[in-house]
């Protein structure tokens, strides 16, 4: 189901071709100048992102919509933490196979501070500016001369035109960056989404690298242990996210082994663990038997079956050719060792990653948990080779007279470095 096949129509246009040069005439035809237009981003890499023709109002993104997305997309959509700035303009879509010509709205609407638009898209855009997003949309059934307009693009394509009624699996939707904030618009949503601060459109849309500090992004997943969400997995636990290359491997079979060894170590620092492969639920069920016999274990946490490469994609595990060959088979790329550490809050506290041919050490991903949970709980940091139960070192921002209160005993080194021994209560059982 595509994502207007969700929303009853009375009105259908004729879907738009995936071509900037549609988009481009259609904005045209409505009063936009010549000097602007849409164009093809050919790659994500700096080099292809910089043959972008300068400046870039918004992009535009067609996609093939899925069951999964709609649903995933409506949550995020109406989540309590999805908060617009008033300026964002935004408009609902009730016609049907409309999304290229909403999408082009939406590019322009929040622009018209520094796109000189005239014509009869200068007269909709005063006419609506007070309105709210379904006003808009019972406004924009009305206009002839858009209708007009997206009728002429969807008739100029290099392909025949299908009929108006049928039910396109194509979607267009429109990023923008309004107020320092990147936004997903989306007509088919009653709201903007707001994805964070930005302050580069294209790249921030193209390439948002996750950072320590960033939410972790939700997703749902077939897993071992059942169908999840990932917050709700998460709840009000830390959560270990980890990807290996492949099951039946022999360096990820002795990690899992480990994994499920040192399970209830996670479990006391309220800590859930999660792993993942591009493989499938069977070939999940099969490889556990095997870890379970050679480790001497009883694995029980959850293995995603990312096969489609959906979770490893967002969160940026899989490496390619140029980057580390002996982990891309058949040209496919298997996913990195990644660890992701992700607070109650779901924001990701630490990343590493890891190259195929090295077994990660799990004692020191717990360490650095141990470390996390305590430095939230007290104004101080660990020094190089940490242990829990040894000294640690009194934050800068904290005086040596208030550290005095806080802890059995402080020794200044520096001015600027002081050790700490920790309270009784504070050392972390193992």
Not at 19 to 41: C, I, N, Q, Y
Not at 249 to 256: F, G, M, N
Not at 384 to 407: C, L, M, R, Y
């Amino acid at each position: 189901m595509s994502a207007e096949q969700s929303i009853t129509r009375k009105i259908h246009w004729v879907p738009l071709e995936s071509s900037p040069e549609a988009l481009t005439k259609v904005m045209h035809r409505l009063g936009v100048p010549a000097s602007v237009a849409f164009s093809d981003v050919w790659g994500l890499d700096d080099e292809l992102l910089g043959m972008v023709a300068q400046p870039v109002y918004a992009l535009v993104f067609l996609f093939p919509s899925t069951d999964k997305y709609v649903a995933e997309r409506k949550k995020e959509a109406e989540s309590s933490d999805n908060k617009a700035s008033p300026n964002v303009w935004f408009m609902r879509q009730t016609i049907g196979n409309a999304c290229g010509t909403m999408a082009m709205l939406h590019a322009l609407g929040n622009n018209q501070s520094t796109i000189p638009i005239g014509g009869d898209l200068a007269g909709f855009f005063d006419k609506v500016k007070d309105m709210t997003p379904v006003e808009r949309a019972a406004e924009l059934e009305t206009s002839q001369a858009v209708a007009e307009a997206h009728k002429e693009g969807a008739a100029d394509g290099q392909t025949a035109a299908p009929a108006a009624e049928i039910s396109a699996e194509h979607h267009y939707v429109a990023f923008v960056s309004v107020d320092g904030d990147l936004y997903e618009l989306d007509g088919t949503h009653d709201t903007p989404i707001n994805l964070g601060p930005s302050t580069d459109l294209l790249k921030h849309t193209t390439m948002a690298p996750l950072r320590l500090g960033s939410v972790a992004p939700n997703f749902s997943a077939e897993t071992t242990s059942g169908p999840i969400d990932f917050h709700e997995f998460i709840g009000d636990s830390w959560a270990v996210l980890f990807s290996h290359p492949a099951d039946f491997t022999p360096v990820c079979t002795t990690e899992l082994g480990e994994v499920a060894k040192l399970e209830p170590q996670f479990l006391k620092r309220n800590v859930k663990v999660i792993g993942l492969s591009t493989n499938d639920l069977a070939d999940h069920g099969r490889w556990v038997d095997d870890i379970n016999e050679v480790n001497n274990v009883s694995l029980a946490f959850p293995i995603i079956a990312d096969k489609d490469r959906e979770v490893a994609t967002l969160y940026d595990m899989l490496d390619s050719v140029e980057h580390d060959a002996s982990n891309v088979v058949n040209g496919i790329p298997f996913t990195v060792r990644s660890v992701f550490v992700i607070d109650p809050a779901k924001k990701i506290r630490l990343i590493l990653t890891y190259p195929a041919s090295c077994g990660r050490n799990f004692d020191e991903i717990l360490r650095a948990i141990d470390s996390l949970q305590l430095s939230d709980r007290q104004p101080i940091a660990t020094p190089a080779n940490w242990q829990p139960g040894e000294d640690v070192i009194v934050h800068v921002s904290v005086p040596t007279e208030k550290a005095k209160e806080i802890f059995p005993e402080v020794k200044e080194a520096l001015p600027y470095l002081r050790f700490a021994t920790l309270p009784e209560s504070e050392q972390v059982q193992n």
